[in-house]
C-alpha cells in the first residue's frame, strides 16, 4: 500500500521543519569522517570503527562512506530537543544559518531515503560476504544498491550514556601543559620489546581523525561545533590537525587487554599494528611536548588569540 504524500498549504510548508523534528539529529550525531571502500584493508577499516561506542556507518549512493560520532552535543536539552545556546554568541555560525528547509540529516535519520543506507555491524558483514577481491585484495565486486537498500540497518539513535566502559577518560585542564621532559631513562633493547605493557591502552579508547589545517574562520567554527560534543577534542602537532573521539572498543576487557587478540574478530588493522612506532602512548600517555590537545573552553582562548584578514583568512 502506498502511503499518502502529506500536502502543505505555503503557511504550513514555511514554518521551520525543526518543530516537527523529535530526534534533533544534527545535534546528536557529529560527522567525523568520510572515505571509499576500494580495497580490503578499507573494509577492515569499516570493521575497525564500528568495534567503539557511539560510532556509526552510513553509505550514499555515490559510494562515500560516512563516519558519525553519536553523542548528544553538551548544549542540546535533550529532554526539550532545543539548543541551549541558540542566537547567542556562543552558538556556531555553522548551526546559526543551518537551512531546515534542505535538511538532510531528517530524511537519512528518518529512514525517508533512498540515497543512503545506515551500516550497523551486521549489515557490514552482509555486505561482506558479497564481496570479491582481486589478487591484490582490490574490490571488484560489490552488491547492489537495491541489494543494500534491502539489507540496511535502521537509523541509529545516539545515546547519552557515558563513552567509556572500562578505562577512565582523561579530558581536564591540563591538556595543554607543556612540562619540562623528564630527565631520559636508560632502557636496554629488551626493555623496549613490549611497549603495551604499562599502556593505558589509549588507541583501544580513542578514535583519531587526520584533517587539513584550518585556513578560514569558516573551517575553524567547525571546529567550534565539533567541540561541542563531549569527548572531542583538537589534536594539533606542528602543521598536522587531527580530531579526537575519546570511546572504547567493544573488544577491550577490564584489564585494559583486547579480548579478541589472535582470533579472526580481531581487524588486521590491529593485528599488523607496530607498537614499537605507536603515537598514541607519548601523545595520551605523556611524552610528547610538541602534540598539543584542547577541548572547547582551550580552544576558544585560542582563537581569541588569531587574526584574520578581511576575507577571514588566518593570518
Not at 562515500?64 to 541558540?86: K, M, N, Q
Request: proline share 7%; net charge negative.
Amino acid at each position: 500500500m502506498t502511503a499518502v504524500a502529506t500536502r502543505l498549504t505555503l503557511a504550513d510548508a514555511r514554518r521551520s521543519p525543526c518543530l516537527t523534528c523529535s530526534t534533533t539529529p544534527c545535534c546528536t550525531h557529529l560527522p567525523v569522517h568520510t572515505f571509499r571502500m576500494t580495497t580490503l584493508m578499507d573494509l577492515d577499516e569499516a570493521r575497525y570503527l564500528l568495534n567503539f561506542d557511539g560510532i556509526e556507518l552510513g553509505l550514499s549512493s555515490s559510494g562515500e562512506w560516512s563516519v558519525y560520532y553519536g553523542r548528544p552535543c553538551r548544549f542540546l536539552d535533550t529532554a526539550a530537543g532545543l539548543c541551549t545556546i541558540h542566537a547567542t554568541e556562543r552558538q556556531p555560525q555553522i548551526c546559526r544559518t543551518y537551512n531546515p528547509y534542505t535538511c538532510w540529516y531528517k530524511r537519512a535519520f528518518g529512514g525517508e531515503s533512498d540515497e543512503f543506507v545506515w551500516v550497523d555491524r551486521e549489515a557490514l558483514d552482509r555486505i561482506g560476504e558479497q564481496v570479491a577481491f582481486d589478487e591484490h585484495r582490490t574490490i571488484v565486486e560489490v552488491p547492489s544498491w537495491e541489494d543494500l537498500l534491502a539489507s540496511a540497518a535502521p537509523p541509529p539513535v545516539a545515546s547519552a550514556a557515558a563513552v567509556s566502559r572500562a578505562v577512565p577518560l582523561t579530558l581536564g585542564p591540563t591538556r595543554l601543559r607543556s612540562d619540562a621532559p623528564a630527565e631520559p631513562q636508560p632502557h636496554s633493547y629488551d626493555d623496549l620489546r613490549h611497549p603495551c605493557d604499562d599502556c593505558g591502552a589509549y588507541c583501544c579508547t580513542r578514535l583519531v581523525f587526520p584533517k587539513p589545517r584550518p585556513a578560514t574562520n569558516v573551517e575553524l567554527d567547525f571546529w567550534r561545533l565539533c567541540l561541542g560534543f563531549p569527548g572531542v577534542e583538537v589534536g594539533i602537532g606542528g602543521d598536522a590537525w587531527s580530531l579526537i573521539v575519546e570511546t572504547t572498543c567493544r573488544h577491550l576487557d577490564a584489564g585494559g587487554r583486547c579480548s579478541v587478540y589472535g582470533s579472526p574478530e580481531r581487524p588486521l588493522r590491529c593485528s599488523y599494528y607496530d607498537e614499537w612506532k605507536c603515537a598514541y602512548k607519548p601523545r595520551f600517555g605523556g611524552g610528547d611536548t610538541g602534540f598539543l590537545r584542547m577541548g572547547l573552553d582551550e580552544f576558544d582562548a585560542f582563537l581569541a588569540d588569531l587574526t584574520f584578514d578581511a576575507a577571514g583568512r588566518v593570518l
